[in-house]
């Protein structure tokens, strides 16, 4: 999958945390490089640019993991309601 402006990636920001959510604002169409507006758990943001593609090394960016359950056509079970993932 190409990386295109405003696909949800994760970030890895630092090598201890776990990665923290981001959408890409700008693609380098030469390069896996892109800009993103990267999403903190505490409520913060901030503006990376020319971030690289990489496999959880502080400072890249990849595809969100596959989690079981969250397949396409899936039920999840929430606490309040039940959400169709897959389905628009
Ligand atoms: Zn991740």
Redesign the pocket.
């Known amino acids: 999958m190409n990386p295109s402006v405003v696909r949800s990636v994760?970030y890895s920001s630092s090598a201890a945390g776990p990665?923290v959510a981001a959408i890409i604002t700008a693609v380098n169409p030469d390069s896996d490089l892109v800009n993103l507006a990267v999403f903190y758990p505490d409520g913060g943001f901030a503006a990376r640019a020319l971030v690289p593609r990489g496999n959880?090394e502080p400072g890249t960016w990849?595809w969100?993991?596959r989690e079981e359950g969250l397949a396409t056509g899936g039920l999840i079970k929430h606490p309040e309601s039940i959400y169709l993932i897959g389905e628009q």
Request: glycine share 0%; net charge negative; aromatic share 0%.
């Open positions: 994760h990665c959880n990849h969100p993991e």
